[in-house]
């Protein structure tokens, strides 16, 4: 089994939770960086997840309980979705062990970069993912990063700093509370 | 000196946008709710305007979904990236089908701008107006160089609630 592999199989089977930051870029259709943004990353197995984003403006995700919880402080707006098949192969759900990698997708070695890190390209095996394929970078054994494409071929990057593994994580973090006055909408 | 306090130079004056009526092409990136009582929809819009045609970008968080729309006259283009699909006819009935959710792209295109579609009638309010029955009101408002544009637009029509913020404009 490459090693790259493998390692990205051993970090998914032993990271029973963590935290990091990220930051994430989009890329416009000719490459160039198009935005940033920055925020919190918080996971725990199975099937809980939560992104904080920060800056440039203040967004929640929270998956738990097989609902996704998508929170917009600016347009005051919560809407909570299903974890359908379709939003199911987000790259984060791929992250809680929720998802069998291989069962779910096709796994191909991609090398080292320039940053360091060892990427593995999973391929969906299912084609209404939404995805053509994500990337994911490891750091020796450590996450590093995930870049995703969406079906225009656009990218999203996201990187991943103060890694920590395995840390005692309150379950309050998963339950998300929508703030007063926001409109809720749950279909 | 007077009681009333001078309104805020963020308040929405309709006479402010009069100015934007000739402007032929814009751009924005924002964000965008759409809600009635079937589905909701939150998602990060960008929106190219041209004398005659209209782009409008939608993907949810971590670029998912993404959906492209174009529309000009009465021939709507969605295309999700695998299959692009041409529709002609009201372009409200297309979007309500295709987007399980209603967006009057005709009204909004003015909307955005803080001018009433000029092919209808309205009512002038205090932080926006009525139109074709919705209520369409401005809630922030924010400065692009000399320019006074809005920065959070709510429109409500019985149940629908469409609620946009405009993170970035571009008026070239």
Redesign the interface.
Known sequence: DDAPISRLKSFLASSASLTADFK?I?FDKSGRPAQNSFGKFYLSRPGKFR?NYQK??V?E?VSNAGKVW?Y?A????V?VKQLDD??GS???LLLTGEVDIEEKFILQEQGKEDDGMNWVKLSPKN?ES??KYILIGLNGNQLGGME?S?????L?RIYFSNILLNPKLDDALFNFKAPKGV?V?E? | CSLLSEKPVEAYRLQDMQVLQQQRQWYFEGRLALADERDSISASVSWRHRLDRDDIELAGPLAQGKLMISVAADIVAVDNGDTRKEFRGPVEEVLAEQLGVTMPVNALKYWVLGLPDPEQSFVEQADGFLQSGWRVGFREMQHINAVVLPRKINAEKGKTKIKLVVDQWDLS
Request: aromatic share 18%; no cysteine; hydrophobic share 35%.
């Open positions: 994430q989009s992104w440039p403006f967004q995700i998508f917009d600016d347009l005051e707006q809407t379709s939003l987000t790259p984060a084609e939404g995805f995703l969406d079906n225009f071929g656009q999203t409109d909408f279909n």
